[in-house]
């Protein structure tokens, strides 16, 4: 199983540091390009990894974005798996009705070329 982030659009995957995998865990650091723009996370699998699938994505410790996918089985349709974690996901609450919505993540607000955390946990794993 690989989890990598990448530009969003034509996916380039962006150099990561410092990478750690854990039991359920994967972190790294990667510098912020030198041009603004979208970034997404992928996990992919070119295997059978197991009959249901959870992943929840954190960056810098706070919740963005979560998949569930429990009834994956053991067919041949799901030996790979390819799933694009593309922004935060945004709680819009009225009186009337409560729903989803995404927010790209960016990196129009950073100091481009400066080093960032990306993890998918709440801490990265001591190397």
């Known amino acids: 199983m690989e989890c990598v982030v990448e ?30 723009g979208r970034f997404q996370i992928r996990i992919k699998s070119d295997a059978f990894i197991a009959s249901g699938v959870a ?22 349709a799901y030996d790979k798996l390819d799933l694009v974690f593309r922004g935060k996901e945004v709680l819009n609450k009225t009186h009337t009705q409560t729903n989803f919505s995404r927010k790209a993540w960016t ?21």
């Open 55 to 76: 992943v929840f994505v954190h960056i810098d410790g706070k919740y963005q974005s979560n998949k569930f996918m429990p009834h994956l089985g053991s067919s041949k």
């Open 107 to 127: 990196f129009d607000d950073l100091d481009t070329g400066s080093q960032v955390l990306l993890a998918t946990k709440y801490k990265c794993l001591d190397n």
């Open 7 to 36: 530009t969003a659009g034509p996916g380039l995957k962006l150099h990561e540091h410092s990478i750690a995998y854990g039991d359920g865990l994967a972190c790294c650091y990667i510098a912020a390009p030198e041009r603004p």
